[in-house]
């Protein structure tokens, strides 16, 4: 059975950093993971996705967002820095089977999400 787990979201100043996590269970590492996110009143938004060789970032987030993923913890990990209030969202990480995409309805499995607000 597949499960997706986001943590770390929270409150946080802007301009400040936060780091969140997706533990996957029942993937293999040929899977893609991407990070989505959903502010209130908006659509789902592609923000980067990590495959086996390669990671892409949508504009919105390019030099302040990185991602990584640590296969030994199952772990994908979102470093976000120079947050702003527009980054106030759902976050959400998601898995597919054949390769990169920003589109969430080429995904198959998603997490429950954790929000993310920014404010002072």
């Known amino acids: 059975q597949v499960r997706l787990a986001e943590s770390g979201g929270g409150l946080v100043q802007p301009g400040g950093s936060l780091t969140l996590s997706c533990t996957a269970s029942g993937l293999s590492s040929d899977y893609a993971i991407g990070w989505f996110r959903q502010a209130p009143g908006k659509g789902r938004e592609g923000l980067s996705c990590?495959?086996?060789?390669?990671?892409y970032y949508a504009d919105s987030v390019k030099g302040r967002f990185t991602m990584s993923r640590d296969n030994a913890k199952n772990t994908v990990y979102l470093q976000m820095k120079s947050l702003k209030p527009e980054d106030t969202a759902v976050y959400y990480c998601a898995a597919r089977l054949k390769g990169s995409s920003s589109l969430p309805d080429e995904y198959d499995y998603w997490g429950q999400g954790t929000q993310v607000t920014v404010s002072s």
């Open positions: 990590i495959t086996s060789g390669n990671t």
